[in-house]
């Protein structure tokens, strides 16, 4: 079974800190990996796609890197309005598959 | 901008059919590349894919719901449908519809609905 992992599950920070978080997938997926953050009550949103390219109107405080099994999540500056949980998703034609999730909030 | 809207029953009784429909609007279902998908969370937890379907009607589903899943579209009402067959509490989740974008490699999902919470109890 392909699997995505997330770490940690969940941090605190203060505003304006440097925020990483890593998606570990279980094979290769080369640079499949798209990143999404979901506040609550609220559907995700995209805010990036093939592991890197930030969608049209995020702001460039968010980044990611990495490629096949590792990537990197990264608020260069933490923010209120970033309080959010923050999923990783695979894409492995045609299977879908998001990690657990890491729970962002303010210190 | 693409707009998603799910509607549908918010309560189902076990054993029963949960039936769903995704209206789209700002852009045709039948969109060159586009895919559309059904996705669901269960309370407190992540998320999880259900299925895709294509415009022409192909389509594909997460294999551990694949015996219980359908998904259809009627082009005509710029409309998609999710139908989960014997329902268990187990199925009681926030339904998601979205739209798979044929951008890069990775397919990502760029558009969701608001989300709509089924119960199953009796």
């Known amino acids: 079974d392909f699997q995505m992992t997330q770490s940690p599950s969940s941090l605190s920070a203060s505003v304006g800190d440097r925020v990483t978080i890593t998606c570990q997938a279980s094979q290769d997926i080369t640079n499949y990996l798209n990143w999404y953050q979901q506040k609550p009550g609220k559907a995700p949103k995209l805010l990036i796609y093939?592991?890197?390219i930030l969608e049209t109107g995020v702001p460039s405080r968010f980044s990611g890197s990495g490629s096949g099994t590792d990537f990197t999540f990264t608020i260069s500056s933490l923010q209120p309005e970033d309080i959010a949980t923050y999923y990783c998703q695979q894409y492995d034609n045609p299977l879908f598959t998001f990690g657990p999730g890491t729970k962002v909030d303010i210190k | 901008q693409v707009q998603l809207q799910e509607s549908g029953p918010g309560l189902v009784k076990p054993s029963q059919t949960l039936s769903l429909t995704c209206t789209v609007s700002?852009?045709?279902?039948?969109?060159?590349?586009?895919?559309w998908s059904w996705i669901r969370q269960h309370p407190g937890k992540g998320l999880e894919w259900i299925g895709y379907i294509y415009y022409s009607g192909s389509t594909y589903y997460n294999p551990s719901l694949k015996s219980r899943v359908t998904i259809s579209v009627d082009t005509s009402k710029n409309q998609f449908s999710l139908k989960l067959r014997s329902v268990t509490a187990a199925d009681t989740a926030v339904y998601y519809c979205?739209?798979?974008?044929?951008?890069?490699?990775?397919?990502?999902?760029?558009?969701w609905g608001q989300g709509t919470l089924v119960t199953v109890s009796s």
């Open positions: 700002g852009g045709s279902i039948s969109s060159g590349g586009y895919y």
């Open positions: 979205a739209s798979v974008a044929p951008r890069g490699y990775s397919y990502p999902f760029d558009y």
């Open positions: 093939d592991a890197s």
